[in-house]
């Protein structure tokens, strides 16, 4: 795609940054994450990466002269625009800018986040001379644009490097990084709207009470004025009526829809399709981490902690909220245990709500609860923003190895919230204020760290064997797989990238020790396909190919069970990598295996990083030297798709 057409990213590149720029919409254009992707994009393009570079200087400097000329167009009308009006403070932020520092605010600006898309516009509503505009305004333009693209392409170098010996890694980053910043992004967006319209919905309730004698008596003590966590309060009992709200719609429609559970099937073969032997046991532990000893643990020894510190409320409230959490998700996960049949299968499947997400999810929110109380009410959102993505990564570890089920997480995430929501205004109203807040959180998650690995380092291999994906077994008589079996195989190695690059080349039955001999014998040399201390000697190993190392690539989810290359006199690498296909040729069980054979090359990147390189000039000779390894074992097939090899008759 990138390949074949660049003007798309380049126009990508110049459109981003445009709409960053401009005034109003900048606000809302999440700016620095756009031209990350396109800077990804780029990879070690550097031609590519250069008109990428001119073409956002050139949409941020048509955004910032489109904004200056609105400024200074409709000037009297700028402070009223939405959302200036309800934000003054961006438009106080910028004219301090401009007072301080004068026409040199116009290039600083541009590197303040917040203030970007204003400052043109605030410079054309002051009548600012366009010379002096023009003249920060164009370095300012220039030297932005690559502090945008250059980590993104950072990013892109090291996902294609992961590209070749694991695609489905690149995916799973991808996921991660776009994935956490999209939880964080909406965290925050939605914390800072509801602190926004808070005191609006806290009248309303005062009103709404005071109407009702009854409840109005309840909530009495909430709504005391002045008191300093009526926000707080208003707020909880927001997120309270959301999470139940989405509970009781998860409990209710998952009886009907349980017969259905091939959609589930379906979304776990999606999960699937991520596999790679490098991010298995990340998750794994990830996904032990989170489970309920591993987070009982931690609850217990926080407690202590807290009681230690003094903080009995604390300790109590912290208490009631983990521990009530994991018996009503017992509670609830058994009732509906009785009103639908989970797939045998997969246990975990079945359990509404998720016991294991709706304790570490209460475990990570109310502490987050806490520590917002000791915080200033600017830093107040951190902790639900750590909280957040920490929990978006432990849910993401259970989908990624197909233990819950999308109900089974939605509902516990829905019971955690409502029920930290619950006692956090509780906490909210009766603990006091304690200094050092920033000790407490190093102490809590240097537990959860040391808790984690110490009860989980040994049950990760148990966790990935009970998660461990298999290939598919089937058996075609001999006939059969030449004729029409061949092409029931998968056809590539994996999705991602360029058909050419990830498509097999040949597939070989044959018991794979005597399929090693044989190529040792014409020349060819087993060589070990490294993986993680490999990869980090792409940057220390000179273009030496004796020191070179070959890294493993994965397909459905496994590394390559064979990697073999050969040395040619003048200079020309070839490369053999053989994967189980899951099939056998019927009667006498001789395996297939998929295969690529490559023309290979040391080639530098970057100035850092020397990795081979295929060379699709090399491809047909590559498939030439192995029908000459192989010659007796061909037997007549497609010449278009892939050789076939059998020693089968050997």
């Given at each position: 795609?990138?390949?074949?057409?660049?003007?798309?990213?380049?126009?990508?590149?110049f459109?981003?940054?445009?709409l960053?720029?401009?005034?109003?919409?900048?606000?809302f254009?999440?700016?620095i994450?756009?031209?990350?992707?396109v800077?990804?994009?780029?990879?070690?393009?550097?031609?590519?990466?250069?008109?990428?570079w001119?073409a956002?200087?050139a949409?941020?400097?048509a955004?910032?002269?489109?904004?200056?000329?609105?400024?200074?167009?409709?000037?009297?009308?700028?402070p009223?625009?939405?959302?200036?009006?309800?934000?003054?403070?961006?438009?106080?932020?910028g004219?301090?800018?401009f007072?301080?520092?004068?026409?040199?605010?116009v290039?600083?600006?541009r590197?303040?986040?917040?203030?970007?898309?204003?400052?043109p516009?605030?410079a054309?509503?002051?009548?600012?001379p366009?010379l002096?505009?023009?003249?920060?305004?164009l370095?300012?333009?220039i030297?932005?644009?690559p502090?945008?693209?250059?980590?993104?392409m950072?990013?892109?170098?090291s996902?294609?490097?992961?590209?070749d010996?694991?695609?489905?890694?690149?995916?799973v980053?991808?996921i991660?990084?776009?994935?956490?910043w999209?939880?964080?992004?909406?965290t925050r967006?939605v914390?800072?709207f509801?602190?926004?319209?808070?005191g609006?919905?806290?009248?309303s309730?005062?009103?709404w009470?005071?109407d009702?004698?009854?409840?109005?008596?309840l909530?009495?003590?909430?709504?005391?004025?002045?008191?300093?966590?009526?926000?707080?309060?208003?707020?909880?009992g927001?997120?309270?009526?959301?999470?139940l709200a989405?509970?009781?719609?998860v409990?209710v429609?998952?009886?009907?829809?349980?017969?259905a559970?091939?959609?589930?099937?379906?979304?776990?073969?999606?999960?699937?399709?991520?596999?790679?032997?490098?991010?298995d046991p990340?998750?794994?532990w990830?996904?032990?981490?989170a489970?309920?000893?591993?987070?009982?643990t931690i609850a217990?020894?926080?407690?202590?902690?807290?009681?230690l510190?003094g903080?009995?409320?604390?300790?109590?409230?912290?208490?009631?909220a983990?521990?009530?959490?994991?018996l009503?998700?017992?509670?609830?996960?058994?009732?509906?245990?009785?009103?639908?049949?989970?797939?045998?299968?997969?246990?975990?499947i079945?359990?509404?709500?998720?016991?294991?997400?709706?304790?570490v999810?209460?475990?990570?929110?109310?502490?987050?609860?806490?520590?917002?109380?000791?915080?200033s009410?600017?830093r107040?959102?951190w902790p639900?923003?750590?909280?957040?993505?920490?929990?978006?990564?432990?849910?993401?570890s259970y989908y990624y190895?197909?233990?819950?089920?999308?109900?089974?997480?939605?509902?516990g995430?829905a019971?955690?919230?409502?029920?930290?929501?619950?006692?956090?205004?509780?906490?909210?109203t009766?603990?006091?204020?304690r200094?050092?807040?920033?000790?407490l959180?190093?102490?809590?998650?240097s537990l959860?760290?040391?808790?984690?690995?110490?009860?989980?380092?040994?049950q990760v291999?148990?966790?990935?064997?009970?998660?461990?994906l298999?290939?598919?077994?089937r058996?075609?008589?001999?006939?059969?797989?030449?004729?029409?079996?061949?092409?029931?195989?998968?056809?590539?190695?994996?999705?991602?990238?360029?058909?050419?690059?990830?498509?097999?080349?040949?597939?070989v039955?044959?018991?794979?020790?005597?399929?090693?001999q044989r190529?040792e014998?014409?020349?060819?040399?087993?060589v070990?396909?490294?993986?993680?201390?490999?990869?980090?000697?792409?940057?220390?190993?000179?273009d030496d190919?004796?020191?070179?190392?070959?890294?493993?690539?994965?397909f459905?989810?496994?590394?390559?069970n064979?990697?073999?290359?050969?040395?040619?006199?003048?200079?020309?690498?070839?490369?053999?990598?053989?994967?189980?296909?899951?099939?056998?040729?019927?009667?006498?069980?001789?395996?297939?295996?998929l295969?690529?054979?490559?023309?290979v090359?040391?080639?530098?990147?970057?100035?850092?990083?020397?990795r081979?390189?295929?060379?699709?000039d090399?491809?047909?000779?590559?498939?030439?030297y192995?029908?000459?390894?192989?010659?007796?074992?061909?037997?007549?097939?497609?010449?278009?798709?892939?050789r076939?090899?059998?020693?089968?008759?050997?």
């Amino acid at each position: 795609m990138v390949q074949s057409h660049p003007g798309w990213v380049i126009a990508l590149a110049f459109i981003f940054a445009f709409l960053e720029s401009l005034a109003i919409v900048g606000i809302f254009v999440p700016g620095i994450v756009l031209l990350f992707m396109v800077g990804a994009v780029v990879g070690m393009d550097p031609g590519l990466f250069l008109a990428c570079w001119l073409a956002a200087s050139a949409g941020a400097l048509a955004g910032d002269v489109i904004s200056y000329w609105l400024g200074y167009r409709f000037s009297d009308r700028v402070p009223r625009l939405w959302p200036l009006s309800r934000r003054p403070d961006i438009l106080a932020a910028g004219q301090v800018l401009f007072a301080r520092h004068g026409g040199k605010g116009v290039f600083i600006g541009r590197f303040i986040g917040p203030i970007r898309p204003v400052v043109p516009l605030l410079a054309g509503t002051m009548a600012m001379p366009r010379l002096p505009f023009l003249a920060w305004l164009l370095p300012a333009c220039i030297l932005w644009a690559p502090l945008y693209l250059l980590p993104g392409m950072l990013f892109g170098a090291s996902l294609e490097l992961a590209a070749d010996f694991a695609g489905r890694l690149v995916l799973v980053l991808l996921i991660l990084v776009l994935g956490g910043w999209f939880v964080f992004w909406v965290t925050r967006l939605v914390y800072e709207f509801t602190a926004r319209r808070s005191g609006w919905w806290l009248r309303s309730m005062i009103r709404w009470s005071t109407d009702r004698p009854v409840v109005g008596r309840l909530l009495q003590p909430l709504f005391e004025p002045g008191g300093r966590e009526v926000l707080s309060v208003a707020l909880l009992g927001i997120a309270l009526v959301v999470s139940l709200a989405v509970l009781m719609a998860v409990l209710v429609s998952t009886p009907f829809l349980a017969p259905a559970w091939d959609a589930e099937y379906r979304l776990l073969s999606l999960a699937a399709s991520l596999r790679n032997h490098f991010a298995d046991p990340l998750f794994a532990w990830l996904s032990l981490a989170a489970e309920p000893p591993t987070t009982a643990t931690i609850a217990v020894l926080m407690s202590l902690v807290l009681l230690l510190l003094g903080r009995r409320v604390t300790a109590w409230h912290w208490l009631v909220a983990t521990l009530g959490a994991y018996l009503l998700a017992v509670l609830l996960s058994t009732m509906m245990g009785w009103l639908i049949d989970g797939p045998e299968m997969i246990p975990g499947i079945g359990e509404v709500p998720h016991r294991g997400i709706t304790l570490v999810t209460t475990l990570l929110g109310f502490f987050a609860v806490m520590l917002a109380k000791d915080l200033s009410a600017r830093r107040r959102k951190w902790p639900y923003l750590v909280s957040a993505v920490l929990v978006g990564v432990l849910v993401f570890s259970y989908y990624y190895l197909g233990l819950a089920s999308l109900a089974g997480l939605l509902a516990g995430l829905a019971l955690a919230m409502g029920w930290t929501a619950l006692i956090g205004i509780a906490y909210r109203t009766r603990a006091i204020s304690r200094r050092r807040p920033v000790w407490l959180a190093l102490v809590f998650y240097s537990l959860v760290v040391v808790v984690a690995i110490i009860q989980t380092h040994d049950q990760v291999a148990g966790r990935l064997d009970a998660t461990r994906l298999a290939q598919p077994d089937r058996s075609y008589p001999f006939l059969e797989w030449q004729d029409e079996g061949w092409q029931q195989l998968p056809g590539r190695v994996t999705r991602l990238g360029r058909y050419l690059n990830a498509r097999f080349d040949f597939q070989v039955a044959s018991n794979l020790e005597q399929l090693g001999q044989r190529l040792e014998a014409d020349g060819w040399q087993v060589v070990e396909a490294g993986s993680g201390r490999a990869l980090w000697s792409l940057l220390l190993d000179s273009d030496d190919p004796a020191t070179l190392p070959h890294l493993s690539r994965d397909f459905a989810g496994r590394p390559d069970n064979l990697v073999m290359r050969l040395d040619k006199a003048d200079g020309e690498f070839f490369l053999i990598r053989l994967w189980a296909s899951g099939a056998r040729l019927a009667p006498g069980g001789t395996p297939i295996w998929l295969g690529q054979v490559r023309s290979v090359a040391p080639t530098r990147h970057l100035a850092l990083i020397t990795r081979w390189e295929e060379r699709e000039d090399g491809s047909d000779r590559a498939l030439g030297y192995l029908d000459n390894s192989l010659g007796d074992w061909r037997i007549s097939g497609p010449e278009d798709r892939q050789r076939l090899y059998v020693s089968l008759f050997d």
